[in-house]
């Protein structure tokens, strides 16, 4: 095996040998290595309110499905009496060497399934030598995650996810920001210009945002405050209702908003925060020409996250923007939306290699990233097994999710004939 990092003849084969040997002695992995049984377990370790806006869908849970479906629709088809001794994982992407092609996907209001769940996450990432997407609605300031995942690697790859607020003031900030924590790519989120209708969260009445869950990108930046304080000036204050869950939600407030507790309780700031974060979060009039003013606020690679169309994607081509995720949000946007895996067959065939495909939404195995890879995927971007294994066991837990899945990309690779995942296509695969 070459030492470079090139060759990863032994990922799969490490990674069952380590928890074969422990077996030996009686100890079975904390995170379980199919995805069945750690959605499972990762759903009785979490609360109602966790549960339901990581885990939940919208509307009827017909998209998550047709994820699933779209994928079991394409088959696998080994070649054998093939030299796959020495298999090669590693990618390039906008400039940085990877030895994998996948990354951790952001998951917003990520704290409800672990206490600033983005730095562990940053950890397990960094760990892993994999990109994170961190999230614009974490539960850490991005430069808290940076930080945490330069003291596990120097230069540790990351990447920054932005939900364009109303006020582009916040932007530039954000994207300021980012450029300076080391962002290698700023990916642009699409979809969510509105929250799509999803009732597990309803159902409980829960938003975690109103909590002040999910808004520490904004807290943590003053333009955001400046904004706020502009807000309160003139404002006449409501008196709100007193209510048991009124009182929760102000705790919340106050625990999640920097400052001292006691003064976060009775000081207007803090829900004056998340009133302005609810007003402001994100514009249903973002259009093609805010994305060439992002153009103009930076000279990182733009990534355009929730591509399902290949006519988006062959505008985004034609305004040189440098990539796309395709995906409908793991699911949680449109009831009854087309599959990432059948939206990316069409769209790699209308780019033709034009900009770099990732994918995201359903994906959940080693397998299943073969498959996107023979598919066209440039790279896969992971978001529930991680945050189910972060539910389980912090750090340690999201590093073991992706990292079982990265041995079964390396085992699939092997046993299917193949030893470089940037050779792969679809003659290694048969539509069913």
């Known amino acids: 095996m070459r030492h470079n990092g090139a060759m990863t003849s032994s990922i799969g084969r ?14 079975s992995p904390s995170i379980p290595t199919d995805f069945a049984t750690l959605e499972e377990r990762a759903r009785a370790a979490m609360s109602a309110r966790g549960w339901a806006y990581i885990a939940g869908g919208a509307g009827e849970g017909r998209t998550m499905a047709a994820n699933r479906d779209a994928l079991d629709r394409w088959a696998i088809v080994p070649r054998v009496l093939r030299d796959t001794s020495e298999r090669s994982l ?60 330069e003291s596990v690697r120097q230069g540790a790859p990351r990447w920054f996810q932005l939900y364009w607020s109303t006020d582009d003031r916040l932007v530039r900030s954000l994207v300021s920001r980012a450029e300076k924590m080391g962002a290698a790519a ?30 520490d990108q904004y807290t943590s930046d003053p333009t955001f405050w400046e904004i706020v304080s502009e807000r309160l000036k003139g404002a006449v204050a409501a008196k709100p209702e007193v209510s048991i869950g009124a009182i929760k939600t102000l705790l919340s407030i ?12 009775t000081a207007p700031e803090p829900r004056a925060a998340v009133e302005t974060f609810l007003d402001i979060y994100s514009r249903p009039s973002l259009d093609w020409d805010d994305i060439l003013t992002l153009r103009e606020m930076t000279d990182l690679p733009i990534v355009l996250k929730g591509v399902l169309h290949p006519d988006d994607a062959r505008k985004a081509v034609e305004l040189g923007i440098d990539g796309i ?22 769209i790699v065939d209308a780019v033709k290699g034009q900009l770099k495909i990732l994918v995201d939404s359903g994906f959940y195995t080693g ?9 066209g995927a440039d790279a896969v971007c992971i978001g529930r097994p991680h945050m189910y294994g972060l539910a389980l066991n912090g750090a340690d837990g999201a590093r073991d999710a992706v990292a079982n ?4 990309l390396d085992l699939t690779l092997g046993l299917s004939g193949h030893t470089d995942v940037n050779a792969l296509d679809r003659s290694a695969l048969k539509r069913l």
């Open 14 to 27: 490490a990674r069952q040998n380590e928890i074969y040997r422990a077996g030996i002695h009686g100890r």
């Open 90 to 149: 590693q990618i390039e992407l906008f400039g940085q060497t990877l030895p994998a092609p996948i990354l951790f996907s952001p998951v917003g209001a990520g704290a409800l399934a672990h206490d600033r769940a983005d730095v562990h996450i940053g950890h397990a990432a960094a760990e892993l030598g994999l990109p994170y997407i961190f999230s614009n609605q974490g539960c850490a300031p991005m430069e808290d995650v940076a930080a945490e995942m």
């Open 186 to 215: 700023i990916v642009v989120t699409l979809d969510t210009t509105m929250l799509g209708w999803r009732p597990q969260d309803l159902n409980l009445g829960s938003l975690p945002f109103a909590r002040a869950e999910g808004i």
């Open 254 to 265: 106050a625990r999640n908003v920097p400052g001292d507790l006691r003064k976060n309780l």
């Open 325 to 346: 995720v395709v995906s409908n949000h793991g699911g949680r946007q449109v009831d009854g939306s087309i599959s990432s895996t059948d939206a990316l067959v069409d």
């Open 367 to 375: 397998s299943d990233v073969f498959k996107a890879l023979a598919l």
């Open 405 to 408: 899945i990265l041995a079964e």
